[in-house]
C-alpha cells in the first residue's frame, strides 16, 4: 500500500538555527512531491513541488529550499530559521491522474 | 490565476442534519478537483476525487458534485455526526503535470451531540 512519511511531529527551534524536514513515500514509484505549508488563518500555501529527482519548482520565493536526492524522498531545508517560518508543514504526492496523499505534518514554532 | 474560495467558513449543526459545503473556482480548466477532511493539528485525508469529465463521484455518506461550466463544487453529508466536526478543504488540480493543488481555506463544521 502507498504510505507517506513525514518527521519530526513537532519541532521547536531558535531563530537563526537550520531546518531540515524530511519526507518519504513508499509504495509508488516516480510521484510528484510537494510541500505545502498552513498558517494560522490562512490557506495551504505550495512552496516547492518536484517531478523527479533534482528537479525542484519554487512556487513562493523565501528563506527555505527543497532537494530530492531519492525518487521518493523530499527534504525541506533552511540555513536561518525566521519568526516567519513557523507553521504546519505538509508533504504530499500524485502519481498520474490519481488523488493527492499527504502526511501527518511537521508542526514548526520558530522562537 | 486559479483562485478557490469555500462557503461558509464555519458551519455548525446538529446531529443528523443533512448539509452541503460549497466550493467554487474561478477557472473552468481544471484537471480535477478533490475534497479533503482535516482534524485539529493533522494532515489532510482525502474524502473523494472528481476528475473534470465526471460530474459526482460518492463514498458513504458523502457526496461531491462537480459542474466544471460554472465553478462550482459541493459536498453533501447526510445525517451529520460528531465525528463529522473537522475542517473540510477543496482544492483543483490544473493539469496532469508537476503542477499541484489549489487550495481553498476550508470550511469548519461543527457536529453537535
Known amino acids: 500500500s502507498q504510505t507517506i512519511h513525514q518527521w519530526p511531529a513537532t519541532l521547536v527551534q531558535p531563530v537563526g538555527s537550520p531546518l531540515s524536514l524530511e519526507c518519504t513515500v513508499e509504495g509508488t514509484s516516480n510521484p510528484n512531491l510537494y510541500w505545502y505549508r498552513q498558517a494560522a488563518g490562512r490557506g495551504l500555501q505550495l512552496l516547492f513541488y518536484s517531478v523527479g529527482i533534482g528537479q525542484i519548482s519554487s512556487e513562493v520565493p523565501q528563506n527555505l529550499s527543497a532537494s530530492r536526492p531519492q525518487d521518493r524522498q523530499f527534504i525541506l531545508s533552511s540555513k536561518k530559521l525566521l519568526l516567519s517560518d513557523s507553521g504546519f508543514y505538509l508533504c504530499?504526492?500524485?502519481?498520474?491522474?490519481?488523488?493527492?496523499?499527504f502526511g501527518q505534518g511537521t508542526r514548526l514554532t520558530v522562537v | 490565476k486559479q483562485e478557490v474560495t469555500q462557503i461558509p467558513a464555519a458551519l455548525s449543526v446538529p446531529e443528523g442534519e443533512n448539509l452541503v459545503l460549497n466550493c467554487s473556482f474561478t477557472d473552468s480548466a481544471i484537471y480535477n478537483l478533490q475534497w479533503f477532511r482535516q482534524d485539529p493539528g493533522k494532515g489532510l485525508t482525502s474524502l473523494l476525487l472528481?476528475?473534470?469529465?465526471?460530474r459526482e463521484q460518492t463514498s458513504g455518506r458523502l457526496n461531491a458534485s462537480l459542474d466544471k461550466s460554472s465553478g462550482r463544487s459541493t459536498l453533501y453529508i447526510a445525517a451529520s455526526q460528531p465525528g463529522d466536526s473537522a475542517t473540510y478543504l477543496c482544492a483543483v488540480r490544473l493539469n496532469q503535470a508537476g503542477t499541484a493543488l489549489i487550495f481553498g481555506k476550508g470550511t469548519t463544521l461543527s457536529v453537535s451531540s
Open positions: 472528481i476528475q473534470s469529465s465526471q
Open positions: 504530499a504526492w500524485i502519481t498520474g491522474n490519481t488523488e493527492a496523499f
